[in-house]
């Protein structure tokens, strides 16, 4: 029946001293218990002040199933158990209903075979009133209470849903603390809980892995400590501490750092944020070093493939040096003595002359061949940006720094670097190299960190370096420095022997690259290159035989006279070419139309028309196929089209 059901109010005042007195046992005896102690107590009290067989309290642990925490029969504790309470007085209690039976109850719950007659039973309930379990009496006769022991009930059952309360939110910390701990300890992303003063509290695994730490050796090890001893490792550290005793995030910041077993170089992104109370700092970091080592590696090979990217595709060796002469002969014996050498080597010799393939020679038979040759033309470059190429800036050290730059100097590190017109100087980047030589170390444009290289350097100019000391245009001190071995190379005009030995080299290399195959240099035209005095030395020569050999059209290369003595170029029989007429005024390049007659044109104008004219005249008028004009001038047939168009070329001027 229903809570006060057949609960009469004339028990005697034994039954509520009884109960008094085993509610008071109760509290002296679980004053200091807790959970499993707590739940015996408040069972066996709980049977003692109500005089029955049974007393349980049970958990929840299903919609009708439940585990008992304290189970208190015929005077003793029961082993605890799980039950299904279907069909069972309990079932209606863990519904949320406060239940008394003062009998009957194997006739109205058939199922339920307790022995027991009569039943008493309360839900026991969270804060938020979910039922947890239950609190319940049994006996196998009548129970009838008074109504001082209902109350004493409920305050067993309030004193029993409190304790479960407690059990369950102990158990949800305990479950939430490990789930954190996992989460803590076996997360991928490195996490410290550190003082201050960068002092450990706590690490996690992977934080250990990183920074090759034991996990003895956490508590108390000071982070700092770990970070080398470098102006830019220490001013990160330092900018970052700030940040965090001020108060604020520290977001993303990389940090050097060495690792505490072996001493490795690692790159840690950081993250830091104090504690609300200001106390600690909850740090985190990843392990970005393959990332970093990576770019810095991809940024080394992007700067020196700037540099070299046109070098690597040639060969630079002896074999490019052409020559018998006996000058050339005993400077190519003087690279030979040098080369192995760390020696600084100065190369003079007029524009043309070949400096820069001598230098290339050099450092082809030195030890250091197979690493970086890096080259400056200091007369290329405003005065003021030559200090940033030799040596490399910082961002932000001048307008338009906006990206760290690594300098030639530090790209050709345990290579060679060649100065090229090192006349061309300014005076102030001239102690800078003169630092360099002496020190072998320099400073970036807007750094304070002195950078080490080992460099060999060979310088060039072809300027008389010893006058402009005298002009005071050249530090004398600089000039001792790079004069150590002198190699002087002499003109072309000196070796005219040489010049048939260059003339056929330069078309044996240059002819395939203009589709063109010649077999050989008439000897009116290799005389005349001997004679002629090649005020540009053998640059002049190999420009001049490479015009010749994209106009020729014969596989023997003719050179006329007008072409040194003019500088036109002009190749083929003499009869073939039309004289230059002077330039006329022009108003517009529209093509001509066919079969009228050419304009004034222009020297170079001239030879291509006469040109195109020739090789249309030896291909019969064919444009197109194998053996067609446009195939033997390397250009396609609409190209040859267009300037036969240009030039009025028809076929009206062929000639019988």
């Known amino acids: 029946m229903a809570r006060g059901g057949g609960a009469g109010d004339n028990i005697g005042v034994t039954s509520d001293a009884i109960a008094l007195s085993a509610l008071t046992a109760f509290v002296e005896g679980t004053a200091r218990a807790a959970g499993k102690d707590c739940f015996a107590a408040l069972t066996r009290n709980l ?143 490195a996490y410290v809980l550190e003082n201050l003063d960068s002092t450990f509290i706590r690490a996690n695994r992977t934080a250990m892995r990183i920074l090759g ?38 977001s993303g910041v990389l940090l050097e750092l060495r690792r505490k077993d072996d001493g490795k170089v690692i790159f840690i992104q950081w993250w830091s944020r104090p504690d609300p109370g200001g ?33 690597i595709k040639s060969v630079h060796n002896f074999e490019e040096i052409i020559g018998a002469h006996a000058g050339l002969l005993r400077v190519l014996e003087n690279v030979q003595r040098v080369a192995p050498t760390d020696t600084s080597v100065l190369i003079c010799g007029e524009t043309g002359t070949g400096k820069e393939l001598i ?47 690594i300098g030639r100097f530090e790209l050709a590190n345990n290579g060679t670097i060649f100065l090229d017109e090192i006349g061309e100087m300014p005076l102030d980047v001239q102690t800078k190299l003169l630092r360099v030589l002496q020190e072998y170390e320099f400073e970036r444009v807007g750094s304070s960190h002195t950078t080490k290289v080992d460099v060999r350097v060979i310088a060039a100019t072809n300027r008389d370096l010893a006058q402009a000391v005298c002009d005071g245009r050249f530090r004398q001190d600089l000039y001792y420095r790079l004069n150590v071995f002198p190699v ?51 640059r002049e020569l190999e420009n001049l035989i490479e015009r010749a050999l994209i106009l020729t059209s014969s596989r023997v290369l003719h050179v006329g006279p007008e072409t040194l003595g003019l500088g036109a170029p002009l190749v083929g029989p003499p009869s073939t070419v039309p004289a230059p007429q002077p330039r006329a005024p022009r108003t517009s390049a529209a093509p001509l139309p066919a079969g009228s007659a050419p304009p004034e044109l222009t020297s170079l104008a001239a030879v291509q028309r006469a040109h195109i004219l020739q090789v249309l005249q030896a291909a019969g008028w064919v444009i197109e196929g194998e053996r067609g004009a446009a195939a033997r001038l390397g250009m396609k047939p609409a190209t040859l089209r267009f300037r036969m168009r240009k030039f009025g070329i028809t076929r009206s001027e062929e000639r019988s």
């Open 488 to 538: 002087t190379l002499p003109p072309l005009r000196e070796r005219p022997e040489d010049i048939p030995l260059l003339a056929r080299f330069f078309a044996q290399k240059y002819g395939p690259r203009v589709g063109r195959r010649v077999e050989s240099i008439d000897a009116a035209t290799m005389k005349r290159l001997v004679e002629y005095p090649w005020p540009g030395n053998i």
């Open 47 to 189: 049977a003692q002040m109500l005089q029955v067989r049974d007393a349980i309290v049970t958990e929840l642990v299903g919609p009708r199933r439940v585990r008992t925490l304290a189970y208190w029969s015929a005077g003793r504790l029961i082993g605890n158990e799980e039950r299904d309470v279907t069909g069972t007085p309990c079932e209606a209690v863990l519904a949320g209903d406060f239940r008394h039976h003062l009998t009957g109850v194997a006739q109205q719950y058939p199922k339920c075979e307790t022995g027991a007659d009569s039943y008493l039973g309360m839900p026991l309930k969270s804060e938020e009133g979910c039922v947890l379990g239950h609190l319940c009496a049994r006996d196998a006769a009548p129970m009838p209470l008074s109504r001082g022991q209902l109350l004493l009930f409920e305050a067993f059952g309030a004193s029993a849903a409190t304790e479960l309360r407690r059990l369950h939110t102990e158990r949800n910390a305990r479950a939430t603390e490990e789930h954190l701990r996992d989460l803590f300890e076996e997360a991928p992303i």
């Open 279 to 311: 106390q600690y700092t909850r740090t985190m970091f990843l392990d970005v070093t393959d990332r970093i080592l990576m770019e810095r590696e991809q940024a080394r090979l992007q700067a020196e493939n700037l540099y070299l990217q046109e070098e």
């Open 359 to 405: 230098a290339r020679a050099i450092h082809s038979a030195s030890r250091r061949a197979g690493k970086p040759f890096i080259k400056l033309n200091c007369a290329a470059l405003p005065g003021g940006l030559v200090e940033s190429e030799l040596f490399g800036h910082e961002r932000g050290a001048f307008s338009g720094a906006i990206q760290k730059r």
């Open 213 to 250: 730490l034991r996990p003895e050796e956490v508590k108390g090890f000071k982070g700092a400590s770990l970070v080398p001893d470098t102006p830019d490792a220490q001013r990160r550290v330092r900018e970052a501490l700030v940040s965090i005793g001020a108060g604020t995030d520290t």
